[in-house]
């Protein structure tokens, strides 16, 4: 009951500043959590770019909620239920792909003869797409075309028999597009293709899979294309605004913390004058912080999803939220003992610093 | 109740700016005795209060309270004597500007064993009253006026009914009528049996006292 007094006195004596503390908690646990979704995004591009260079294989990443569906297994599914497949890769020798401004320049692809595999939604903008031999040699590799004035670039040329997925960053379900000798087992064999709907839980083997079929084949060197290279320097952009606003957010708790601290300290020197021990000072000060933390909590959960939803699904990332809280708590925590451990080897208690 | 022998206290020891606050100072107070301290500024009077208040220790010497010897206690040990035996009203107050008059006179007892939130309310109720200042109960320590505020500072200090009551210029910034009151509170503490010590300026307020000490320099004589 004292205690209970005690502390609410000491959230209410200095209220101003605890409620700074909360807004400041709830604020960098959103920066964190921008951070951290957006250190997933740059690592999910950044292993893109390597296994490109390194691999040459040909990834496309790309969001999809469709592709986040857990489909347990490797799931054979017929194109009609998720592609707009016109033609397949099998009747010609090469494919190409595609990368759209637009959806309307992907229909105008269609319109003009070209192949499309419609993978909606996906990164960027960008849309998968195959097309006859005629029309890609209409449409070199690495520069950009128009149809009906609509702008399109085209990223490079697969040969034939090619192997080529496309995954979310790395953590989510990937759709698999490969030729006979690669489909897994059990995936049904559509017209020279094997569409596949990988879950999560499948994505190592169908990786190893993957990377075994792109061994045997022994690819062209896949030059990723300046959209994507756009799009790798964007997120590494906003990335480093992330880290900085932060890094700002980590400072603004840690000065928020002490100058509290030392805006309270005479209050605590005036109660050890009048007879409490360091220790009950350290406890009242390190409950406060608790409560702090304890009610910016469930609020910046709020506030993340709330961020996350106006910021679009890619930064909705659980684990990225969970991430953000848990940090922001250990350097709130972190500081809030380091200035109690500071207040017990204090040498003078004496109530003069006024 | 107090006797320092041969108190020493150096500031900053060791160091360039070391300052000898207190030199061998050795006094003896009784109990039910009101000793005024006076010296000029930087002689070290709060030094010596603060020693004998248990918030600082001496480097030299040794100081009995109460017929304990506090100078070799540890600062749990200390808090503890200061929460039961001693009432400290500070140079400027030293109360708590955000909370009610009330809040700060129950502050003592929130940290004292064995008095329950009831118990406190109504004892810090009690006090104030005693104090005359009943009627400033809810109001905010920040509002009130500099003596009002140094009725507080007493009835905090006086609420855990100390033995020792120990004021650092409790007057000094009070006209003569004002201060004039407060000594009279002080001083019918002392009737009661408590021990007051208290630093001063002013020899008419030391002239109230049953006895006054000199420092100078941190050096004591008594008397003249
Ligand atoms: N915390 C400290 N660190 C270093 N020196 C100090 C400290 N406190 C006091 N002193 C020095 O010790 C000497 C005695 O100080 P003290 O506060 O006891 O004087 P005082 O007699 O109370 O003066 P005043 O009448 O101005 O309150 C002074 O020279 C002062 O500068
Ligand atoms: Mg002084």
Redesign the interface.
Known sequence: ??LI??TL?EL???RFSTVLIIIELIFSIVCYQLCFSLTKDYLGLRSFFADNYEGNSVRVYFNDDDLKQPAALTESISPEQSFTVKHYMSEHDDGIFISCFSDEAFKIAEEAGSITVDLDADYNGAQPCLVSRTIADKYPAGQEHAIAGRRFYVCGVLPNDTVFYMSTAGTGSAFVMASDRFKAPGAEFVNGCVFMKVGSERMNEVTARLDMAEGIAGYERFVPDDALKKEFAAVSGILIIGVWIAVISTIGLLANNYLTYKKNER?YL???????????ITVLYLLRMLVCIAIALPLSFGASKQFAAWQGTQLAGGISIAFAVGAAVVIELLSAVMIAVGFMRKK?????S? | MVKLTSISRTYNKGTPNAVEALKGVSLEVNEGESLAVMGVSGSGK?TLL?II?C??KADEGSFELDGEDVSRKL??QL??I???K?G?V???Y???P??TAL?NIM??L???KG???KE?KRQAKKISEFVGIAELNRKRVSRLSGGQQQRVAIA??IV?SPKLILADEPTAALDHKTADRIMELLLSLVNEGRTLIIVTHDKRIADMCSRTVYISEGVITEGE
């Not at chain 1, 003078?348 to 003069?352: D, H, M, T, Y």
């Open positions: 009951m004292k007094w005690r006195h209410k004596s200095s209050n005036v109660m050890i004058t009048i007879g409490a021990k360091k220790r009950d003078s208690i004496l109530p003069k006024a | 709060s603060y208040g918030l600082d600062s749990d808090s503890r200061r929460n039961e001693i400290f500070l140079q400027d030293g109360l708590i955000e909370k809040e502050f003592p929130a940290f004292s008095v329950s939130y406190m905090r200090a855990n």
